[in-house]
Structure formats: structure tokens, C-alpha cells
């Protein structure tokens, strides 16, 4: 039982992860990550969603009839959604103003009907709890990393605006990796996206490639062996 | 005394789908109304907040002693003003006796989209402050309008078209008195053209703006 949970997290975050494998999701991907903080927040506000979708729908999963199941999927998300996007709303305002339309476009976010119709309809509620997280985490990890990657070529700063989500206080937390630095326009407009997009799925393939020439290696036997 | 109709597998399986699409709607929106009810007061509250915030910045706190989101008048489309659906202008009063204006403008020729103002104007005509509300310049080009990204907009406090005449009101470049950024000339341009429309459009409507009792 417990391998199947390691192998939820392991796909969710690495093997099948949402930004640069599946490359679903990507309006958010693309529009949101000019800040290691925008691309977090936006990360956690669709894990969260996807996690309560996971979990609203498995528990009732024999009760859908396949014909309407879609429709019902797309109520359950379009409530969750807005529900927090109502929370962000009244608790942390700033941060709302940000994050702007990009919140209830969650709901059309292929990659959260994409788990429900393909993970929490065929399993029980806490492995699909677990799926819908750590597919969002994936993500997550993803937009914060491709925003602080935008964040420190294009504005030479790290976590800007990080008191939008915790409070003036927060301030303090704002890095400036390169001082006195004029900034790089590309970084921080969508062409910048694109490119660290890229960059970050180059990076992924090469670490796998790397990963299984070493698997490889110790086992020539793999090898075609030509038969006459 | 069951009608055949109704034993036929398929209208049976219709009536339990459309059942239960009707129950999940019913849970869903129960919820939406639920966290709708809990939410609004603290949302309302925050936008005030933010709002009341925003005045501050643009119109000492000491100037006035009324509620500035309770007193305002509905202005209707003005091409001075930009505004092309009803603004609210917000008045703002010292002992019941007119002190200021915040006026919100909207400029149509930025370099990208709308840039919207809220600018405050002191009862002599001189502006308190100006702040961008939204726009859609070029990051890292020309933002620095915006007060997160330079002090450039603090450029008009204290501004009147008594202190500088209006043919003075344009970019150095256009050999005016404002300052700007080599490189994004259009942005600060629309920018000086709708504040001084906005200051035009206050001494055309300084009685009607004054006559206001909440």
C-alpha cells in the first residue's frame, strides 16, 4: 500500500509532472511566472483544487453516470474554485489583485479534470487526495522555479512581492541576488516564459537521459543482438 | 398503477441521471452560498481597506475629516476625464466645507491599453497626488509611472495649471516641463495629457462638484 503512495508522489512530481512532462496547464504556466511568488501562489491555490477535487469526487464516484459524469466533474471544480477564490479574496486581498483572473481560469485548467477523469474516478478517496496534491505540487514546483529562474535574469531579485502574501512584514524576505542590476526585459516578458519553459524541460530530459545511461551500462545483455 | 412509460429502462435511467445532476448542483451551490455569506463582509472590508489606503497616499489624512467612500458623485462619460462608463469622483471635506477631489481619468493612448489615474485635487485647483491604478506598459520600460517601480508620478504633486501654464504641460522631449525616461516617451506623454485634462475638467465642474451633500 505504501508503494502506491510513493508511487503517486514520484509520477506526480517527477515522472508524469504536470509543467514539463504532461505540459498541460500552460496558460498559467506562461502568464503567471514573472515572479518566483506569483508562480508559487498560483502553484498551491491549483494543487489545493486539485486535491479537493481528487477527494470530492472519488467518494461518490459510483454514484456519476458515465454520461453526465462530465458535467457533474466540471460543478465539483467550478465550485472548489471559486470557492478559493473567494478565501484568497477576503483573507489575502493583495495577493488576489495579483493573481487577478488567473484563479478562476483554474477551472480551465485541463490538468484538473484531466486527474479526476483519469485517477479519482477509477480509486478511493486517500490515494486520490494524494494524486490531485502532489500533481498540483509538480506544478507548482514548476511555475516557482520558472518564476524565480524570471524573477533573477529579468529583475535581479528574488521572492519580490512575497509581502503581498504574508504581509508587510514579509518584506524583509525580498532578496536582491544582483545588486544595482538594470534588469533584462526578455526574462520578464511571455518570449522569457517560453524560453525557461524550455530550458527546464531540456533540463529534466538530460537528467533522465543520464539516469538511464547509467541504469544502462552495467547491462549490456540490452543490447539488439543481430540474428541470422 | 404504473404507467409503462415509466418502467422503460430508459426513461428510468434518464430520470436517476438528471437526479443526480440536480442533487450535485444543489450541493454546490449550497456551498457557493455558504462561503459567499462568510466571505463578503471580510472582502468588502479588505477592498476598503485598500481603497482607504490608496487615498491616503494622494490626500493627507489631515486634510479631511469625512468619510471619503460616502460622499461622491456619479460622473457620466467624459471625454476630458477619459472615462467611457460612470466613474464616482470622491469628495472630500473639512467641517462640511469642500478641501479636495479625487477624480479617477483614464488615458486611451498609452503605449499599450488603458492607463487609468486617481487623482487628487485640492480645493485652490493644485494637485495633492497621482497614482496609476492599472496599466499595461511595458514592464521594465515604461511602468516607471507606476509608484512600485519609480517616484516619477510624484513629479505632479503640488501641479496647477495656474503654477504651470498648459502649453507646459508636456514631456521635456515635447518641450514641456515634465521629465521622463529615454526610451518610453508615449507612456509618461498620455500620462501628463490626462492629468492635465483631468485638472481641466475640475475647473469646468468645480461648482457642481462642490454642491455635494451626502
Known amino acids: ?228 | 398503477m404504473s404507467s409503462p412509460l415509466f418502467n422503460s429502462p430508459l426513461i428510468k435511467n434518464a430520470i436517476k441521471t438528471a437526479i443526480t445532476m440536480l442533487a450535485f448542483a444543489f450541493i454546490g451551490t449550497s456551498l457557493l452560498a455558504y462561503v459567499f455569506d462568510i466571505t463578503r463582509a471580510p472582502i468588502e472590508a479588505s477592498e476598503k481597506e485598500a481603497r482607504l489606503a490608496l487615498f491616503k497616499e494622494i490626500l493627507p489624512l489631515k486634510l479631511y475629516n469625512n468619510d471619503l467612500l460616502k460622499e461622491t458623485v456619479e460622473i457620466s462619460p467624459n471625454d476630458l476625464l477619459g472615462n467611457r462608463t460612470s466613474t464616482t469622483a470622491n469628495i472630500a471635506k473639512y467641517n462640511n466645507k469642500t478641501v479636495g477631489v479625487v477624480l479617477e481619468a483614464i488615458a486611451h493612448d498609452g503605449y499599450s491599453g488603458d492607463i487609468k489615474l486617481l487623482i487628487a485635487i485640492r480645493a485652490d485647483g493644485s494637485i495633492s497626488g497621482v497614482r496609476v491604478l492599472a496599466h499595461k506598459e511595458t514592464p521594465g520600460l515604461g511602468d516607471y509611472i507606476d509608484i512600485a517601480h519609480s517616484k516619477w508620478i510624484k513629479l505632479f504633486d503640488d501641479e496647477s495649471v495656474s503654477k504651470t501654464a498648459e502649453t507646459h504641460w508636456q514631456v521635456k522631449k515635447d518641450g514641456g516641463k515634465f521629465d521622463y525616461m529615454v526610451g518610453a516617451t508615449i507612456t509618461p506623454r498620455a500620462v501628463v495629457k490626462a492629468v492635465l485634462k483631468a485638472l481641466q475638467f475640475y475647473e469646468l465642474n468645480k461648482q457642481a462638484l462642490f454642491a455635494v451633500t451626502p
Open chain 1, 1 to 228: 500500500m505504501s508503494n502506491l503512495y510513493k508511487e503517486i508522489t514520484l509520477n506526480g512530481l517527477w515522472k508524469q509532472n504536470t509543467g514539463v512532462v504532461q505540459l498541460l496547464g500552460l496558460c498559467p504556466t506562461l502568464a503567471v511566472t514573472t515572479t518566483a511568488v506569483n508562480g508559487l501562489s498560483l502553484g498551491i491555490a491549483t494543487a489545493l483544487v486539485m486535491a479537493a477535487s481528487n477527494g470530492s469526487v472519488s467518494p461518490v464516484r459510483k454514484f456519476i453516470p458515465n454520461e453526465i459524469r462530465v458535467p457533474v466533474f466540471i460543478l465539483v471544480i467550478a465550485v472548489l474554485v471559486t470557492v478559493i477564490d473567494l478565501s484568497i479574496n477576503a483573507f489575502a486581498h493583495p495577493l488576489h489583485k495579483v493573481l487577478g483572473i488567473f484563479i478562476p481560469l483554474i477551472v480551465v485548467n485541463c490538468i484538473v479534470l484531466a486527474r479526476v477523469e483519469s485517477f479519482a474516478v477509477k480509486n478511493s478517496p486517500a490515494p486520490s487526495i494524494l494524486d490531485g496534491f502532489m500533481m498540483g505540487l509538480g506544478l507548482a514546483l514548476v511555475l516557482g522555479l520558472l518564476g524565480a529562474m524570471r524573477e533573477i535574469i529579468g529583475k535581479g531579485t528574488l521572492f519580490s512581492g512575497i509581502d503581498l502574501a504574508f504581509g508587510p512584514s514579509a518584506k524583509q524576505f525580498v532578496l536582491t541576488i544582483i545588486p544595482d542590476y538594470h534588469g533584462f526585459l526578455l526574462a520578464v516578458l511571455p518570449p522569457g516564459a517560453f524560453l525557461g519553459l524550455g530550458s527546464l524541460i531540456a533540463l529534466r530530459n538530460w537528467i533522465e537521459i543520464r539516469k538511464t545511461a547509467k541504469n544502462n551500462t552495467p547491462t549490456p545483455a540490452l543490447k539488439p543482438i543481430l540474428s541470422h
